[in-house]
């Protein structure tokens, strides 16, 4: 029966982050930096409003985009951090996390044959869903370039086939992030093109060298770029999969449709947790970021003083340093780091080829657990 299967689906295969793991999972005493969700628990008042939400029988459907409250928050939220204005009753959508808001996006502009310009190393997300839509990742190496997308590296890429641009920043998995001069510079370019800007800043709340700029304040680029977030990182709330997009009300109204089949509405007790969170703790995450912040100066001088090449990342919460491969890839290189090293990283390579070389090294772990990887790693790179 296999050849009934949709035949994109036969495209997209398991990722790689998830194939290592697998490889992995019956080694002992292994210290693990792989991780890619914050290591704190959610802020109590905010568990707490969940709490309350069940006991005042929260637990029906909400609107699709979702309560009106929580929409509010959300404007309100990126109006006062990221100077951006959205209408709540128009342009927000609340999605089941970030990443069902950018399985409607995509699904909601790509046809068949359309390309999509991926800035690589990227988060492995965007790929299988522009494949299951038919169309094609077209990957843009940016390891020449500090890990960011300049403005030659996205007219090398732009053909008359490109619908889209993802720009996630701070990224996952190098931690590299955009000034507003640099983004000024892709803006120049697509302003007067008919392509559209996804720009994933899940992680724009951790931030470490400047406050974060979301693209969306560009006024000329705002009527076809969707901004998507969530509370998964900020709040450290992954498993209440709450995210939302904001995108201008003719897109937004289009998209709607794609997330009202989909799942009709977020669940409505995450909803009301994330209202808490948008209100009352809107500063939650500086305890996290400060703790980040510490880990990440710690970690840098540990990996330079190793002799590794490393960016110092500017967001979010990894390093992707380079490492002397030996004649094997960043897969192999993996598992003798697990097998002789005892540490995991996430070999480069699961973040599209371009990432070949590199490892993604996770900081969500308290210091002394870093400590001790990091003791690891240096043993084994003497090895
Ligand atoms: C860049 C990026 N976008 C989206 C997501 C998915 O976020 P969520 O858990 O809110 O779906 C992640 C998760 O790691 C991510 O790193």
């Not at 190496?141 to 701070?170: G, M, R, S």
């Not at 960043?330 to 996430?346: H, M």
């Not at 590199?358 to 003791?375: G, N, V």
Request: aromatic letters at 10%; proline letters at 4%; charged letters at 25%.
């Amino acid at each position: 029966m296999e050849h009934m299967l949709n035949h994109k689906l036969k495209q997209i295969e398991i990722s790689g982050i998830r194939k290592f793991f697998n490889m992995v999972a019956d080694e002992e005493d292994v210290i693990s930096l792989t991780i890619g969700q914050p290591d704190f628990h959610t802020p109590e008042h905010i568990k707490q409003a969940a709490v309350n939400a069940l006991s005042l029988n929260r637990t029906g459907y909400t609107h699709n985009a979702g309560i009106l409250e929580l929409r509010k928050a959300i404007a309100a939220y990126n109006e006062e951090k990221y100077h951006i204005s959205y209408d709540p009753d128009k342009e927000i959508i609340v999605t089941t996390g970030a990443s069902q808001a950018i399985d409607i996006t995509f699904r909601g502009i790509l046809n068949s044959g359309d390309e999509v310009i991926l800035p690589g190393p990227i988060y492995p997300g965007y790929e299988p869903l522009i494949t299951l839509a038919g169309a094609k990742a077209v990957y843009a190496d940016t390891t020449k370039d500090a890990f960011k997308l300049t403005k030659e590296n996205l007219v090398k890429h732009i053909t008359n086939k490109t619908k889209c641009v993802v720009l996630p920043y701070p990224s996952n998995p190098t931690g590299a992030s955009f000034t507003k001069e640099e983004l000024n510079e892709l803006v120049s370019v697509l302003k007067d093109k008919d392509i559209f800007i996804l720009a994933d800043e899940i992680y724009s709340e951790l931030v470490y060298e400047r406050p974060h700029y979301s693209i969306a304040a560009f006024e000329s680029i705002r009527d076809k770029t969707i901004v998507i977030n969530g509370l998964s990182k900020s709040h450290s709330m992954t498993g209440f999969r709450i995210g939302y997009l904001l995108a201008p009300s003719w897109l937004a109204k289009e998209l709607l449709k794609v997330h009202q089949y989909n799942v009709s509405c977020a669940s409505s007790i995450s909803q009301y947790a994330a209202l808490e969170a948008l209100t009352n703790g809107k500063n939650d995450t500086l305890i996290m970021q400060e703790a980040y912040n510490e880990r990440r100066e710690y970690v840098y001088k540990r990996l330079v003083s190793m002799g590794l090449s490393v960016n110092k990342p500017e967001g979010a919460f990894y390093f992707f340093p380079k490492f002397p491969m030996k004649e094997m890839d960043s897969f192999q290189l993996g598992l003798e780091l697990v097998r002789k090293g005892k540490v995991a990283l996430v070999p480069g390579s699961s973040f599209s080829v371009v990432g070949e070389g590199y490892m993604r090294l996770s900081y969500a772990y308290d210091l002394e657990t870093i400590k001790k990887a990091l003791d690891r790693l240096e043993g084994f790179l003497q090895m």
